[in-house]
């Protein structure tokens, strides 16, 4: 039997967790798309999940070979969403860990921190361009369409500052676990 379920999460760690404790309960990811998660039942603890953000889109060579080379070693592709690749093993063959090294992990932490910090200047730059927009409009002729510039571009810069916010996390984790790395150096 299929269970669909809506969530939205920023968190690529916390949405992990949930897909494991899912798991527990005997739901399986079958399918994904943006917020809409499709389980499949399945026994308790069946599968150990992981996601993982690609260099490239899952349709470039070298990211389907590198899903090969996973699933010659076990590891299912359950699912991919823009360059999210979400990874599943069965749970008895033990435990599932991609980054296994810090210096794996800290290139993991900086490619997520280069998407969130594309997305945010990507806003701001374009909110910024849209409340200077709507001044310009607004000082030549009073039209109500560049107060519909400035509102579009505020809703932008508000955007620009969520996705600084989401991004402070992983650039702590980076920090930490570069300070790891010197000190095992």
């Given amino acids: 039997m299929k269970h669909v379920v ?7 760690e916390k949405e992990e967790q949930w897909l494991n404790e899912m798991s527990a309960k005997g739901m ?4 994904l798309s943006w917020c809409k998660y499709v389980f ?3 026994p308790n603890n069946e599968y150990t999940y992981r996601i993982e953000l690609l260099d490239n889109l899952p349709d470039h ?4 070979k590198y899903i090969k080379f996973l699933e010659e070693n076990g590891i299912d592709c359950v699912s991919t969403y823009m360059r999210w690749v979400y990874l599943r093993k069965k749970s008895v063959e033990g435990p599932f860990d991609i980054y296994t090294d810090l210096e794996s992990r800290i290139k993991h932490y900086k490619r997520i921190n280069r998407l969130w910090k594309s997305v945010m200047w990507l806003e701001l730059i374009l909110g910024l361009f849209n409340v200077m927009i709507g001044v310009i409009n607004y000082s030549f002729s009073s039209q109500n369409l560049s107060m519909v510039n400035v509102i579009m571009g505020g809703m932008l810069i508000f955007l ?3 996705f600084l916010i989401i991004g402070a996390p992983i650039r702590k984790k980076i920090k930490k676990l570069q300070l790891e790395n010197l000190i095992i150096e």
Avoid: H, M, N, Q
């Fill in 160 to 162: 620009g500052l969520v």
């Fill in 6 to 12: 809506r969530k939205l999460i920023w968190d690529y």
């Fill in 28 to 31: 399986a990811l079958s399918e």
């Fill in 40 to 42: 499949t039942e399945t």
């Fill in 61 to 64: 060579p070298d990211s389907i």
